[in-house]
């Protein structure tokens, strides 16, 4: 018998028990749908997560200095110095710490960031009104500040903050500019700080150490040598007191956060894998009772020449059928889900792996739960199945 | 005419075995089936008939003695050569049809050769002819479930033709039949005989077999009656059938 004959055979036994077949199709189809559209949000999520780390730019590294004294501490000059390392394009030194700010009746405590002009470039954060803090503002000390949004809000109410005078700890400073809102990350909100040229922002909080310095590669593939190098020259400076300061790579948290994102979304894979295999469990189950079933069909064809392995050819063959339409119709089940989910909000992005994946998986449940059925129907001796009624 | 032996069966014994219990139901049983020859096996029920039909058309083996058909020992045939046997040398027509339901008359029909791996042209022209020749050519398309149980079986007697078979082998063909289309059905066989078709009829019913030359009686799993009628059967001549319906 040939192959083609099989298979308009078992799409005619399929077409015969239609509403049989469409409930043992519904476990695969939701088996596949679920897979798939699992992974699909697993991969939205992870290029969303990168997408917003890449904002942040990932050729970036910082260095936290939680040391004291003079040993291991860093003043702005020697972080300024780092600037100087191999590939990287732009140094931010930051002094930082929280005062007490006051407009008028409100008083807030805010964070102080004590920044340079570069800090605008690399760090990529911009004002919307006003003037940034220009390297004249740094040389002389300008009592001059960036206000961010929250922070203006909680001072200004809806009035401009840009010109107004506020105390910083009993020290007058001139509101410059409105920094552009920022959103919140791990940290906490960016929005509530107010930032002032470094070295006013070093007598104001009354440290020389730098608290962060933040460094700008020129090339996000050499972030690397980069970091060893940095590593090597802070070593030196704090003379073996590795706990005295901390690097940190952006382009090491993208990695971390992809791939915890990348676990979630196989972890509910497999969840939903385990529905393909129940779906199969179903297949073998109908194709058991089929073949229970047609008992006599499977005498009469023998009778009449069938070997066993047109019979095995036959059973499997539907099995086969059935699981093939159900990841056929799971795919698109899955793309249908994918677009109401991305015009939802969530991202969902199909990959041709995933879809070829399960419908490969969907056909190997076919064959593997298809097959005992089969072998079970073409070994009915042709005596024993003519008799059965 | 010489006569050549189509099969041969040599003392076959067919016993099974049911829990602690062994029920031997053919107990060396001996007979030829000459080509051409037009053989009924009566016996009441429980006689071993069944068993002797099984064996005959290869859906069962003996568990000792030995069966030639066409000079082929099938008595020792795997499972996938006694299906080939099956396929070309046996056409089977039982008593209940067993056509299968969701197939058309034409794909009933031409099932046998799709296993044998016919081309569908080739298969398409024998199914047809075969259909015409019993009379049902304008019912190719229908469902057996569309069709009177002398047509199916009619569709059933086209599809054992099909694969143009040694012997037919006909299990009570007209035991599901009212007297008036059983007569028809009888008439077939009879045109089939004349044909030269070999043909082997197994019922209990002693009118019917009367239709045939030769008459084995079964009892008990042992042959008790061998009848072979020398007469032959002279076209257009009035046969036993006929005299026995009009009785």
């Not at chain 1, 090597?232 to 090491?252: P, V």
Request: positive net charge; contains cysteine.
């Amino acid at each position: 018998m040939q192959f083609s004959q099989g298979v308009r055979m078992a799409w005619k036994s399929i077409i015969a028990n239609k509403l049989r077949t469409l409930l043992t199709m519904l476990g695969i189809v939701i088996g596949v749908a679920s897979v798939i559209t699992l992974v699909a949000m697993g991969n939205g999520t992870r290029q969303q997560v990168k997408e917003q780390m890449a904002g942040l730019g990932t050729n970036l590294l910082s260095v936290n200095i939680s040391g004291r004294g003079a040993v291991s501490s860093l003043t702005v000059e020697e972080a300024e110095q780092l600037g100087k390392l191999d590939g990287v394009k732009d140094v931010s030194p930051v002094i930082s710490g929280n005062v007490q700010a006051k407009y008028k009746t409100k008083n807030v405590n805010v964070t102080v960031e004590g920044i340079t002009p570069s800090y605008e470039g690399v760090r990529n954060v911009h004002i919307q009104r006003g003037r940034y803090i220009t390297g004249i503002d740094v040389a002389y000390r300008q009592k001059v500040a960036l206000i961010g949004t929250g922070t203006a809000g909680e001072l200004f109410g809806t009035a401009d903050p840009v010109g107004a005078a506020i105390s910083l700890n009993g020290n007058h400073y001139k509101i410059v500019g409105l920094l552009e809102q920022q959103g919140t990350s791990l940290g906490g909100s960016n929005d509530d700080k107010i930032m002032v040229p470094i070295s006013a922002g070093s007598r104001l909080l009354q440290t020389k150490g730098v608290r962060s310095v933040y460094l700008q590669a020129e090339d996000d593939a050499n972030m690397d040598s980069i970091e060893l190098a940095l590593e090597g020259e802070l070593t030196r400076k704090f003379r073996g007191n590795t706990s005295g300061y901390n690097i940190f790579n952006q382009a090491d948290l993208v990695e971390t956060i992809s791939s915890v994102s990348a676990t979630l979304s196989n972890t509910l894979a497999g969840i939903a894998s385990i529905s393909l295999l129940v779906g199969g469990i179903g297949i073998m189950n109908i194709m058991l009772v089929s073949v229970t079933e047609r008992t006599r069909e499977i005498g009469i064809r023998k009778s009449i020449g069938a070997r066993r392995r047109d019979i095995l050819l036959q059973f499997l063959l539907e099995a086969l059928v059935i699981s093939g339409l159900s990841g056929i119709v799971g795919v698109l089940v899955s793309y249908g889900a994918a677009y109401f989910l991305t015009r939802s909000g969530t991202l969902a992005v199909m990959t041709w792996d995933t879809i070829a994946l399960s419908f490969i998986f969907s056909f190997a449940i076919g064959i593997t739960f298809g097959i005992f059925p089969a072998n079970k129907a073409s070994r009915l001796r042709p005596v024993d199945a003519l008799r059965y009624d | 005419m010489s006569r050549h032996a189509e099969i041969e069966l040599k003392d076959i014994v067919k016993t099974y075995h049911m829990g602690a219990e062994t029920l031997t139901t053919l107990k060396k049983v001996s007979l030829r089936v000459y080509r051409g020859e037009f053989m009924a096996i009566v016996g009441p029920s429980g006689s071993g008939k069944s068993t002797l039909m099984n064996i005959i058309g290869c859906l069962d083996t003996p568990s000792e003695g030995q069966y030639i058909i066409d000079g082929q020992d099938a008595s020792r045939m795997s499972d996938n050569q006694l299906a080939r046997v099956r396929n070309e040398k046996i056409g089977f027509i039982f008593q209940s049809f067993h056509l299968l339901s969701q197939l058309s008359a034409f794909e009933n029909v031409e099932l046998p050769l799709v296993y044998r791996g016919m081309p569908a042209k080739q298969r398409r022209e024998i199914a047809s002819g075969m259909l015409a020749q019993m009379g049902l050519a304008d019912k190719q398309n229908h469902k057996p479930r569309q069709l009177s149980g002398g047509q199916q079986q009619r569709v059933a007697i086209a599809r054992a033709l099909a694969s143009q078979p040694s012997i037919l082998l006909a299990d009570e063909p007209t035991g599901a039949l009212d007297t008036k289309t059983g007569k028809e059905v009888m008439g077939i066989f009879q045109q089939l005989h004349r044909q030269g078709h070999t043909i082997i009829l197994i019922t209990h019913d002693p009118g019917v077999a009367e239709a045939a030359e030769s008459v084995i009686r079964i009892t008990d799993g042992i042959i008790t009656e061998e009848r072979r009628g020398n007469h032959a059967i002279q076209p257009g001549s009035p046969d036993g059938l006929e005299e026995h319906y009009r009785q």
